[in-house]
């Protein structure tokens, strides 16, 4: 491995590690079971569709099946930094947030035949603040610090669920592959909100409700390439429970009770598409649907759970190869999407409508990858749900290639 390489790799390494919730997402995290994470690779985000990528020296990970294409021992790393602009009917909130959602790592055991692969990646996410200074009317005139609000009340929501799957890829006959991973579903999520007196003689008190997640869902998937021009995916994830233990503990007045429940999380189905229309140029479509109508668990979420579905279409120019082409030989993608989201707010659909483009750097004989991708996401209608937040994201990947024997 390349000087170069290894300290890019460890950069990464270190920001994956470090790199958590920022600020605050966006008033939707506030719902129901959160945002969907984006696990998405910088060239995905960027070209709208993954289901069918086979490329040895530039691997992807959203299809499993198509690992069997590997050559080398991969690692590759995402990350991204956003910026939020939320509106509500009490004004407009602007929150910036990075956040390392994917790692993953690919081992051919029988090149172009069979590889094993694990990685780490983040399901939901849930992460918001908020404060509210207030003036109380007391029996009595206390002194209380300062002038201006006696009292303020904050909310505090923080968490995710994540993924540790474990799978394997297999290429039984030329232009078909099969892949399955058994996945470790794990996670929390921590709602924390406080009344705060700026008065004395009144008890200041502070509720927070804890939920850890534990379950385990496996992952079928196929790729089928008939001919060098058009390629099919899909995945399927079966219907999978999730244990919860609920902790809730009142500080300020000595409380806290434990309680368990399980919670069915729905199945889960992708399919892409991908065509090459000519010379570098491939055009392609992912598509996914979620029956989160069939959700159980909280009565609360229960209650607003809709089915989620998405769609997302692009183009690409795959990276060229001549002399002394310069620029003309990087890779340039493009692509728009749509998103309906798990629930609805005030009783109407969250829509999520989404533009990216990006492009990317190949490391010193195509042992690698850097890619980066710009979009820009307009969530939900103020008319509508009460709330609406446009994000700007810029997300980054790095792909590692090393030859293992």
Same mark, same amino acid.
């Given at each position: 491995?390349?000087r ?6 460890l950069?990464?390494l ?5 790199a958590?919730?920022?600020r605050a ?6 719902q129901n ?5 984006v696990?998405d690779?910088a060239r995905?985000?960027?070209r709208g569709?993954g ?6 020296l ?6 499993v ?5 590997l050559r ?8 991204y930094?956003?910026r939020t602009?939320s509106r509500?009917q ?10 390392s ?5 690919g081992?051919?055991?029988l ?7 694990a990685?780490?990646?983040v ?7 908020t404060?509210?200074?207030t ?10 610090i300062?002038?201006?609000p006696?009292?303020?009340?904050q909310f505090?929501?923080e968490g995710?669920?994540?993924?540790v799957?474990l ?7 030329p232009g078909?592959s099969l892949g ?5 579903v794990?996670?929390?999520n921590?709602?924390t909100?406080?009344? $705060?007196?700026l008065?004395t +003689?009144?008890? @200041?008190?502070t509720l927070i409700a804890?939920e850890? *997640?534990?379950?385990?869902?496996? /992952?079928?998937a196929v ?8 390629r ?10 999730v244990g ?7 500080q300020?007045v000595?409380?806290?009770a434990?309680?368990?429940f ?13 065509a ?9 479509a992912?598509?996914?649907f979620?029956?989160?109508s069939?959700y159980?668990?909280?009565e609360?979420?229960?209650r607003?759970?809709?089915d989620e ?10 990276q060229? $190869?001549?002399?002394r082409a +310069?620029?003309? @030989? ?7 999407? *749509?998103r309906?989201?798990?629930? /609805? ?10 533009y990216?483009?990006g492009?990317?750097?190949p ?8 890619d980066?991708a710009i979009s820009y ?12 937040s446009?994000?700007?994201r810029?997300?980054?990947s790095?792909?590692g290639?090393?030859?293992w024997?």
């Open positions: 491995m390349t170069c390489r290894a300290a890019s790799l950069a990464l270190v920001l994956s590690v470090g958590g919730t920022g997402q966006t008033p939707f995290a506030l079971i959160g945002q969907r994470a696990a690779d995905m985000v960027a569709f289901m069918t990528v086979t490329d040895s530039h691997p992807g990970f959203k299809n099946a198509s690992l069997s294409s080398h021992v991969a690692l590759k790393f995402t990350g930094g956003e602009d509500d009490t004004g407009e909130r602007r929150t910036y947030r990075t956040y959602p994917d790692v993953r790592v081992v051919p055991v090149k172009t035949r069979l590889a094993l692969t990685g780490f990646t399901l939901r996410t849930t992460a918001y603040q404060r509210r200074d003036t109380m009317e007391f029996p009595f005139e206390p002194p209380y300062g002038e201006g006696n009292a303020n009340f505090i929501r995710s669920m994540f993924s799957p799978g394997v890829a297999l290429q039984p006959l078909i399955g991973s058994l996945n470790l794990r996670g929390s921590v709602d909100a406080s009344d $705060r007196f008065v +003689g009144y008890q @200041n008190s804890e850890t *997640y534990n379950g385990t869902s496996v /992952t079928w790729l089928v390439a008939p001919g060098r021009r058009f099919l995916g899909a995945s399927w994830t079966p219907g999978y429970d919860v233990e609920r902790k809730v503990e009142m300020g000595g409380d806290r434990r309680s368990s399980t919670m069915r999380m729905p199945e889960e189905t992708w399919a892409g598409i991908e090459r229309v000519v010379g570098r140029w491939r055009i392609g992912d598509a996914h979620t029956e989160f069939g159980r668990g909280r609360d979420w229960e607003t759970a809709k579905y998405s769609w997302s279409v692009g183009i690409e120019r795959i060229g $190869r001549e002399r +310069g620029a003309s @030989n990087l890779p340039l993608r493009l692509s728009t999407g *749509y309906r989201w798990a629930y /609805t707010i005030n009783g109407a659909s969250v829509d999520e409508r989404s990216a483009v492009t990317g750097f490391f010193r004989n195509d042992m690698g990858h850097f980066l996401n307009r969530i939900g209608d103020r008319g509508d749900n009460g709330y609406e446009d994000v700007w810029l997300t980054v790095v792909t290639l090393e030859a024997w």
